[in-house]
């Protein structure tokens, strides 16, 4: 398990944060996603994939994504 895998794993969330989708990598890693408002989240993880969800207020989406990408319409925040 890498060092960064090990931190997102080995504990709760301590912080939190509104995200701004954008095409640009996450300047914070976070531990997992929670939607504030309906909508598409689109994501991109660590190896290149992106994926559309479409997702509903007050759903956790337990991932560490690369990037939030700007053609999200849901409202997400990132624990940290």
């Not at 301590?14 to 890693?29: C, K």
């Not at 479409?54 to 700007?70: E, L």
């Amino acid at each position: 398990m890498s060092s960064r895998q090990s931190y997102l794993s080995s504990s709760p969330a301590t912080r939190q944060y509104v995200i701004t989708p954008a095409d640009a990598d996450l300047d914070n890693p976070v531990r997992a996603l929670y939607i504030a408002d309906d909508g598409d989240l689109v994501i991109e993880d660590h190896g290149g994939n992106v994926v559309t969800y479409p997702v509903v207020a007050g759903q956790i989406i337990p991932f560490s994504p690369k990037q939030i990408r700007a053609a999200t319409t849901a409202s997400v925040i990132g624990w940290q």
